[in-house]
T-cell receptor, first 116, second 119 residues
Framework: DTGVSQDPRHKITKRGQNVTFRCDPI?????LYWYRQTLGQGPEFLTY????????KSRLLSDRFSAERPKGSFSTLEIQRTEQGDSAMYLC??????????????FGSGTQLSVL | AQKITQTQPGMFVQEKEAVTLDCTYD???????LFWYKQPSSGEMIFLIY??????QNATEGRYSLNFQKARKSANLVISASQLGDSAMYFC????????????????FGQGTILTVHP
């Protein structure tokens, strides 16, 4: 399978704990994105990387959130001191970085986070 | 700021019939792209179709076509010959160029429409 893969698929944690999610993009894609989707809503942009550089972060990404993409391959999203409001589906996507408006994103199946 | 509006929370269609899912958008950017994605219960977002703001013709991809009316700022998705496997959530989304005139995958999504196909 050469699509975008995310791990884990589901994560249940207690409030205050730290969690980390992993995303493996399509191998030849240089851009990687994180989106968050809450129930009944469309995905919201969180951050994106071009190769290993994090080029934009949404205001939705509080100081408790940090994302990395070492060596421009896989990426991790860490949430520290989780809160119940962090419960959501976290989607990762990658693209080939055309620099045009038709840049197509390929999404993974997401990590569903539940904070108790 | 960009905004995508999908006014139909849910739609029902009989198998083999056509269905139109509505999408209107708001942007001041002269160059933008419009996408439709399908999200089945598995959670993965699946790309369906793309329309560029300067494209003269409406986009088509197999059973999917995009009815693009620029003056009305609408980008409706038409699914012909509906199949049971089309039952899913459908999202309209928009990309834009940044100040440098290039774009990247920062998409603005609507709230989605749940499509149910009846046998």
């Amino acid at each position: 399978d050469t699509g975008v893969s995310q791990d884990p698929r589901h994560k249940i944690t207690k409030r205050g704990q730290n969690v980390t999610f992993r995303c493996d993009p399509i191998s030849e894609h240089n851009r990687l994105y994180w989106y968050r989707q809450t129930l009944g809503q469309g995905p919201e942009f969180l951050t994106y990387f071009q190769n290993e550089a994090q080029l934009e972060k949404s205001r939705l990404l509080s100081d408790r959130f940090s994302a990395e993409r070492p060596k421009g391959s896989f990426s991790t999203l860490e949430i520290q001191r989780t809160e119940q409001g962090d419960s959501a589906m976290y989607l990762c996507a990658s693209s080939a970085g055309t620099g045009t408006t038709n840049e197509k994103l390929f999404f993974g199946s997401g990590t569903q986070l539940s904070v108790l | 700021a960009q905004k995508i509006t999908q006014t139909q929370p849910g739609m029902f269609v009989q198998e083999k019939e056509a269905v139109t899912l509505d999408c209107t958008y708001d942007t001041s950017d002269p160059s933008y792209g419009l996408f439709w994605y399908k999200q089945p219960s598995s959670g993965e977002m699946i790309f369906l179709i793309y329309q560029g703001s300067y494209d003269q013709q409406n986009a088509t991809e197999g059973r999917y076509s995009l009815n693009f009316q620029k003056a009305r700022k609408s980008a409706n998705l038409v699914i012909s010959a509906s199949q049971l496997g089309d039952s899913a959530m459908y999202f309209c989304a928009m990309s834009k160029t940044n100040a440098g005139g290039t774009s990247y995958g920062k998409l603005t999504f609507g709230q989605g429409t749940i499509l149910t196909v009846h046998p």
